[in-house]
């Protein structure tokens, strides 16, 4: 997951903006970039309503019974939406030190496709369904991950999820070759019935990872005797391989939790870290710690 | 989940009650506040089983078939378990210190809800099919949350959810956005086709949910091959963030046992620790540990 | 689960047996009930063979075209199965000491019902389809069970089952209420809409508890906007509610592996045990424990 | 899982391999035996690119309109990939020691059946459709086992899953016992009723097992309220009995974390045990733990 903004340089740096014209751009750098100060939040706050808002507005807009009766109401919020977010994306780029960097960030590429699909759209018509366009303006949708930042405790579990990301590389591919040779034994048996739903290979795949899961759809299902027997025992395999992830997890939490057992504190002999919380003498060259 | 019937406070004050009248209302209140004295535990059983019983004619009634053949019998059990639940609402009232507290406290607000749809519904005359009144009086099914109190054990999973309420909103939160992209991804995908189930946002959204968390109806389904790969790779990455709330409970579960059995207090004599809880000698040099 | 046969009395007392037709009746005792002997083991085998084979032809038998096809031979099976269960029943009510405890036993009901059904159903003619008798006969797969007993392991799950018999009880109760509220408000949202697959609260619980525990068969599926919302919400707090049980799970195999820090020995002075296995001193009396 | 070509016999062995022609086989059974040399990586990464590609190829090849009109891209890709592999399978019977031990290896038979039912295939016309030689021909999808060695940390979850080895067995018969009679039990209820989906045990343990698994395709759905109802407590007691090897695996992860960083020895100075695996003194009493 990308750092917010990548603000942390022009933080640092900004008190040295110290002209008189300085003085405006430095308080509004403290509203849109700070959250300590009381404006600041209320930006925050503000700026989060307008996020929900926006993508709400484009979920709706997107039911075609709503889209028709309310269609005046749409074209209202969108010009509002793409207004405010041009405002506040020309904004960070005036006050941001290193705008280059910023504007080919991740959150300036979401920023900007936040606004351009938004008057593309307002000016070629509201009701040109070019396909291009209306991709590009549900691109504003990705504007929810702004509001990631913002939930208390949403990095532990970035960060957890970045931890195992090894692990589950690893469980993504096992289940993958999995679901491959499961789905093919599936193909070989299902593919030559008339009216079989296993036309091809992929197809069988996407049934097995559908199934492994326990996701179970039955859009695609086995109809022969012998394919449903094969799927029960994928079933009941893909559920001992689909415990290790969870099995993992646990055991990253718990071993986190015994962590906290040690100590910060270095040895003031031998500087190594990492004591146990009773300990007295450090482990490496037998000093007294409270020395 | 609210505490029962605020009731802590009564309690406490109620030996003060010593009228000649108080004494009824002293003995009444024993039989329906407390649990210890035998006519106490008889009301509370025949309450709970007075209201299971309610529970389940309210169920059966919803069934047409059985509504029309046993009309007579669910008229006479409506008016028993109305006539019920009144008395004992009107007596709570008049039993407890303070009446305001205990009608606008959750249980109480719920009690009242369990009998005056029911005159409604009866007076009204029982054939009426007014959508309020039949919702109103689907309300008295909220009286099976009283049973909760009643489980032995259930404290222990309700205290165990409200400490890892933070974590859960986090992960509400994780889940929430990550199917509000993927099923933006999927009405992108999908919306063009002729026949294709995702006509909005909002339904591609309820199907990345239902996909996600496994349970995979099989109302709406990805017809396409863009589609599938999709659904297939969503499937995959929402089995590694479910699997990040389990593996959080049975982290905090292991937690919690380990530092239930072992003290932190190191012995005295040699600073050894994790001593069991019942330990009154050091398990290594045979010291008292109190000294 | 019961145990098996209940015959931990006999093998203690059957040295006793010792009259001259005591000694056949030894030797059968021991082939039947003791596993030790290769004669023992071998009929075990034959046994576990006999039910396994016994079982598959029940399920053979209820597949209609399989059934027709091959007559004669599933009627001479089931006679072979049917007498040689007959005869393991009667042997044991001789060899038992205690004969009507066995016959009372769960066991030996099963073993019971193993006999009768099929006497039932030859006698009175093979094709006869009486209801009563069929289901009598399917009571045979109930032998199924006297295989739990053969598989390592088989104990520790069943009790760790056992152990956590209190919690699965909590939450059974923790989703059934759950179901019942959830289910409740999607009748009172679905039911009324044309075409609804909501048509009584019982369903409509079905349809949560379905959801809850990500199932989804899809066969009651929401149909309107605000149903589909709720399924959504009430899948997510499920999802919730349903790792509870997994983490218990979780929590109390830790737990056990963390006992096996104690050692079995108890305290030469005080007879106090559960001691840690680096204890010197037991930590009720202080006494050494290698004295 | 069998390890890769059991060449470590080779490896060891190999610098005897000194004549003069024996300059070139030595060259070629480092580039195909071994990773160190910059050339056996690009043979490594060649190797893998090619598994892959031959794999996806399989895989469009099942779509028929991808079949039809790539036809001769698919016939060529086919060549290649038969050449290529038949002479990677040449060559590793060639440079090993003891050829016959790799032909009848796992991966040996797996490399034979990825060249010869290509041949087969080729010259018989790539269009006739024998049902045997297409189910040959898909065996090569069975090289994608070749990808796992390449997967960092595969050989955790493969160890972990061989670990639990014994616990898998025993969850699988607990779930196929418990299948078999829920399975049994939803026939006698659901089997007579007309349009009944349960026409036979083995498709009704079908359906248990999938309802156990959580995965619920909804191919097979109880129609009577009698089905429903035990569908639902077959759903909720199949999902404690699942949670059990999450549990497992995870308390196995837990213990495994609990035993990595703490030795079991004690000071010999103070009895004191728990010290980290680098500690070269008592945390306790500072005295040198070797001693």
Known sequence: MPDQHSNSDPERENPHHSSHRGNFKQRLWEIIFEAETPAGRVFDIALLWFIGASVIVVMLESIPEFSKKYHDFLIFAEWTFTIAFTLEYLLRIWLVRRPWKYIFSFYGVVDLL???????YLISGANS???VIRTLRLLRMFRVLKMVGHVRGADV?????????????????????????????MYVVESGKEGSQFTSIPISIYYAIVSITTVGY???????????????????????????????????????????????DACPGCGVHGHLRDAIYCRKCGEHLDA
């Not at 090894?166 to 491959?180: D, G, P």
């Not at 027997?229 to 391989?241: R, S």
Request: hydrophobic share 55%; charged share 15%.
């Open 114 to 120: 936040s606004c351009v699909p938004g008057y593309v």
């Open 129 to 131: 369904h070019f396909a």
């Open 157 to 185: 579990i970035l960060r957890g999820l970045a931890a195992s990301r090894a692990k589950i590389t690893v469980f993504f591919t096992a289940v993958l070759i999995f679901a491959i040779l499961a789905g093919t034994v």
């Open 218 to 264: 039955g859009d695609v299902v086995a109809c022969s005797a012998l394919g449903k027997l094969i799927t029960a025992l994928m079933v009941l395999t893909g559920y001992a391989i689909i415990a290790v992830p969870t099995g993992i997890v646990a055991g990253d939490m718990v071993r986190e939790a015994m962590y906290k057992d040690e100590t910060t």
